[in-house]
């Protein structure tokens, strides 16, 4: 098994407003699989370890009801945002936690700053909250379709960093991961989607647009990762060709996190002492 | 196996306004089982097959995006509501359940209505969602404590069936289960709680307040019982005293309300038949 340590090979370096990054996304294989265990039947029963320690966690962070978890999910069409979540959360209890699907923004929210809609969805205290996709949309899309320059580019990813310091230093202990295909994958399977008529209401021909667009896509995700990593909120890249390396890799990752947190059960209560229910 | 149509034995009779509710609460034995499968371990091996079942609905609820399902549990302290949701949805799809706990109103939500936390809340097109406590209290705490009259009381419960058929006919399947237990259970269960220091977060000495206001709470559930159960919004009573058998009988029921609702798969798009992937 990889040592826990390598976790941190695959964490984009802090942003720094003096120096240039030197971070490059294409400098990580996305077919590479460092966090197997050996094989896809032991992956799986590492993830079945991982699930169950969650769960165990979650309980501890929602008995506590002070610290607060937040996962941001993000990637291409099919680097598997979804399947990550039903994977690696299966065996948390579903009462601690709250999964915030962020789609193309409604006229209401659009009529807002672009963090005022993720703002309200920020983890309560107790609460482990997973943002599939997120903010993240906002410093990606406008920048791939040219309809966001550079300047103001660059405010949001402040403005993304000021935001996250302040949830992180109200308690919230965030995570960030890119789950990295290859464009290769991405056709097979956007092709197999295509293939199997049942799976025809994921897909809308317009999806084939984005990926006409990979290569702006990987150039805006490499800014905005670099902009936007920090010792607070990190952001993390996973190699996700292989479903069950993604899976495992996150898995480890938020466990880690959540372990850093030295999770405690609150203490018995002096006023419950001897007392007898009639 | 009991027959499915047994279910409705345990359905509280559609408010009528003309005659007096023949429902009496007492005339169901929260010790009875009479979903039980025959022992604890087959019950559970059938919640494992309901909670596929459901895991597999689901899904087509979500492919589709146009109905829309509601569970509502209510019950006493201790009667397993949180353990209901853990239980008989830990096989569903984490994405596709969205589970909202009403917890006492905020100041702010105390400045409106009672239905206006609830409305923002309810399930959009594709969304199981679960009410963990609901509107509900808003027609049984000012009862008990005695700071709502009769008159306010009437009113509510005619809100209430009227709110709820809007949701309805707009394409809500709305199921209410009261998890309904005896003021023994509830003692063991309280003093187990007590007796075990790691479970002191879960509990206050003020819990012990409502359960000394037991009888009242019944003569409230029974009054809002048979003044909002439906046609289009039933409340069913769940002997839970046995928490396998509570599980179950909350797993056909909505696994029954699902398999009602003929739902399919979205249907193949011309659009994309033939489509290659470059």
Same mark, same amino acid.
């Given at each position: 098994?990889?040592?826990?340590?390598?976790?941190?090979?695959?964490?984009?370096?802090?942003?720094? =407003?003096?120096? &240039?990054?030197?971070?490059?996304?294409?400098?990580?294989?996305?077919? $590479? &699989?460092?966090?197997?265990?050996?094989?896809?039947?032991?992956?799986?029963?590492?993830?079945?370890?991982?699930?169950?320690?969650?769960?165990?966690?979650?309980? !501890?962070?929602?008995?506590?009801?002070?610290?607060?978890?937040?996962?941001?999910?993000?990637?291409?069409?099919? $680097?598997?945002?979804?399947?990550?979540?039903?994977?690696?959360?299966?065996?948390?209890?579903?009462?601690?936690? !709250?999964?915030?699907?962020?789609?193309?923004?409604?006229?209401?929210?659009?009529?807002?700053?672009?963090?005022?809609?993720?703002?309200?969805?920020?983890?309560?205290?107790?609460?482990?909250?997973?943002?599939?996709? $997120?903010?993240?949309?906002?410093?990606?899309?406008?920048?791939?379709?040219?309809?966001?320059?550079?300047?103001?580019?660059?405010?949001?990813?402040?403005?993304?960093?000021?935001?996250?310091?302040?949830?992180?230093?109200?308690?919230?202990?965030?995570?960030?991961?890119?789950?990295?295909?290859?464009?290769?994958?991405?056709?097979?399977?956007?092709?197999?989607?295509?293939?199997?008529?049942?799976?025809?209401?994921?897909?809308?021909?317009?999806?084939?647009?984005?990926?006409?667009?990979?290569?702006?896509?990987?150039?805006?995700?490499?800014?905005?990762?670099?902009?936007?990593?920090?010792?607070?909120?990190?952001?993390?890249?996973?190699?996700?060709?292989?479903?069950?390396?993604?899976?495992?890799?996150?898995? =480890?990752?938020?466990?880690?996190?959540?372990?850093?947190?030295?999770?405690?059960?609150?203490?018995?209560?002096? $006023?419950? &002492?001897?007392?007898?229910?009639?």
């Amino acid at each position: 098994m990889a040592k826990k340590n390598d976790l941190d090979e695959y964490r984009v370096p802090a942003f720094d =407003e003096s120096g &240039k990054s030197k971070f490059a996304l294409a400098g990580i294989d996305p077919s $590479s &699989k460092p966090f197997t265990t050996g094989s896809k039947d032991t992956d799986r029963e590492r993830l079945a370890e991982i699930g169950a320690a969650l769960d165990a966690q979650q309980e !501890r962070l929602h008995a506590q009801r002070v610290q607060r978890v937040l996962l941001v999910l993000q990637g291409m069409d099919t $680097s598997g945002k979804d399947g990550t979540i039903r994977a690696v959360f299966h065996e948390v209890d579903p009462l601690g936690l !709250r999964i915030v699907p962020f789609k193309a923004p409604t006229l209401t929210e659009l009529a807002h700053d672009f963090l005022w809609r993720v703002h309200s969805q920020a983890p309560a205290a107790g609460e482990l909250t997973i943002f599939n996709r $997120s903010h993240y949309e906002d410093v990606l899309v406008p920048v791939v379709l040219g309809s966001m320059d550079k300047d103001a580019r660059l405010r949001r990813y402040r403005h993304i960093r000021d935001f996250e310091l302040m949830l992180a230093q109200n308690g919230t202990t965030i995570i960030k991961c890119m789950l990295h295909i290859s464009k290769d994958e991405q056709r097979e399977r956007l092709q197999a989607r295509i293939d199997d008529p049942t799976k025809h209401w994921k897909f809308d021909v317009s999806d084939l647009d984005a990926r006409k667009l990979w290569d702006k896509y990987q150039d805006a995700y490499e800014e905005a990762l670099a902009a936007t990593s920090t010792d607070y909120a990190p952001w993390y890249v996973i190699p996700a060709d292989s479903k069950t390396h993604r899976n495992v890799m996150v898995g =480890e990752l938020l466990l880690r996190a959540f372990e850093s947190l030295k999770l405690e059960f609150p203490p018995a209560k002096e $006023s419950l &002492k001897g007392v007898i229910v009639e």
